[in-house]
């Protein structure tokens, strides 16, 4: 494909765990040109600037990753979590009305009583991160063309090394900080290059409305850790055993499970459990 007519794709948040991931993927479709915008190149609460910038390259579609994505930095800061969430989100959305636009959503919309969850179950979440989130899907879902993209736990290397779950618990592992893992809490991890390769194929396809791109394995989080572990004994010495139930402060949805068949479908490939997908990187 000559460059000239190659579509370009925004990428936001391209110095995150899944925006780096993207950018590396080898699953661009063809015919497309991907453009990563970190932080210190366009900071995308300041509305004029990103503006001016899409007159400039004049985008033609936008996979949204950035975000305040930490649950603790959204819980102690919510008015900042609600314009790094919701209000850039609605930017972008009124600058790519009629365009295809991917937003990057959560499993923590629900609240952890109803998994499995189908792309049309109800919204509840427990927590400021899930409700800026909740805001945003309805904002992106106002242009019938946009797509949400709900995932879960991503595992993978994140640019400053501190995104990715894993990378959270090879920190702690590596000062010998001991990790109480719920044995009662459940996710379905997924690995960012494989988000990052079921993004651009839903770009692909063209798929709207919403849909749900995780692991095919439900894992509790002392299961994903120890996973994680990989059999070194001086790791699994450090991780330890706690229940959500005793768990004091912010709540969290138990179980996040989520139905992934539509996306398997649009897509037209299978989504791997967690652990298959390590298997095969080791
Ligand atoms: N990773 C997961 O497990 C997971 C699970 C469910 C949903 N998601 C969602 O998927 C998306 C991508 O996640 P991720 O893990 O890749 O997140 P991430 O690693 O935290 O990356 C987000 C990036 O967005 C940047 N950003 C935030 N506000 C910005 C702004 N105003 N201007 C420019 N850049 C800004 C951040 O920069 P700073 O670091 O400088 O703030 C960061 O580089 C997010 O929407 C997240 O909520 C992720």
């Given at each position: 494909?000559?460059?000239?007519?190659?579509?370009?794709?925004?990428?936001?948040?391209?110095?995150?765990?899944?925006?780096?991931?993207?950018?590396?993927?080898?699953?661009?479709?063809?015919?497309?040109?991907?453009?990563?915008?970190?932080?210190?190149?366009?900071?995308?609460?300041d509305a004029g600037a990103v503006a001016a910038r899409f007159r400039e390259e004049?985008?033609?579609?936008?996979?949204?990753?950035?975000?305040?994505?930490?649950?603790?930095?959204?819980?102690?800061?919510?008015?900042?979590?609600?314009?790094?969430?919701?209000?850039?989100?609605?930017?972008?959305?009124?600058?790519?009305?009629?365009?295809?636009?991917?937003?990057?959503?959560?499993?923590?919309?629900?609240?952890?009583?109803?998994?499995?969850?189908?792309?049309?179950?109800?919204?509840?979440?427990?927590?400021?991160?899930?409700?800026?989130?909740?805001?945003?899907?309805?904002?992106?879902?106002?242009?019938?063309?946009?797509?949400?993209?709900?995932?879960?736990?991503?595992?993978?290397?994140?640019?400053?090394?501190?995104?990715?779950?894993?990378?959270?618990?090879?920190?702690?592992?590596?000062?010998?900080?001991?990790?109480?893992?719920?044995?009662?809490?459940?996710?379905?991890?997924?690995?960012?290059?494989?988000?990052?390769?079921?993004?651009?194929?839903?770009?692909?396809?063209?798929?709207?409305?919403?849909?749900?791109?995780?692991?095919?394995?439900?894992?509790?989080?002392?299961?994903?850790?120890?996973?994680?572990?990989?059999?070194?004994?001086?790791?699994?010495?450090?991780?330890?055993?706690?229940?959500?139930?005793?768990?004091?402060?912010?709540?969290?949805?138990?179980?996040?499970?989520?139905?992934?068949?539509?996306?398997?479908?649009?897509?037209?490939?299978?989504?791997?459990?967690?652990?298959?997908?390590?298997?095969?990187?080791?």
């Amino acid at each position: 494909m000559n460059g000239m007519n190659a579509r370009t794709c925004w990428v936001t948040g391209a110095g995150g765990l899944i925006g780096s991931a993207l950018m590396a993927s080898r699953g661009l479709p063809r015919g497309w040109v991907a453009v990563g915008l970190g932080r210190r190149m366009l900071d995308l609460a300041d509305a004029g600037a990103v503006a001016a910038r899409f007159r400039e390259e004049r985008p033609d579609a936008v996979i949204h990753c950035a975000a305040m994505s930490r649950t603790g930095d959204c819980q102690r800061d919510p008015g900042a979590a609600r314009v790094s969430n919701v209000e850039v989100t609605r930017g972008l959305a009124g600058l790519f009305e009629g365009k295809p636009m991917v937003f990057l959503s959560t499993d923590l919309v629900f609240d952890g009583e109803g998994a499995p969850y189908g792309e049309g179950a109800r919204t509840n979440p427990l927590m400021v991160y899930g409700e800026t989130k909740v805001e945003a899907e309805r904002v992106v879902l106002e242009d019938p063309g946009h797509l949400v993209v709900r995932t879960s736990i991503n595992h993978g290397r994140s640019p400053t090394g501190d995104r990715g779950f894993n990378e959270e618990m090879e920190r702690a592992w590596a000062t010998g900080r001991r990790l109480d893992l719920f044995v009662d809490e459940y996710r379905c991890p997924i690995g960012a290059e494989v988000t990052a390769r079921a993004l651009w194929r839903l770009l692909e396809v063209g798929a709207t409305g919403i849909v749900h791109v995780a692991g095919a394995q439900r894992l509790s989080r002392w299961e994903i850790g120890r996973l994680v572990a990989g059999g070194d004994a001086r790791r699994e010495a450090l991780i330890g055993e706690a229940s959500v139930r005793a768990h004091v402060g912010m709540r969290r949805p138990a179980d996040t499970t989520l139905d992934i068949r539509r996306a398997q479908g649009l897509m037209g490939f299978e989504l791997p459990g967690y652990e298959e997908w390590l298997r095969g990187r080791r």
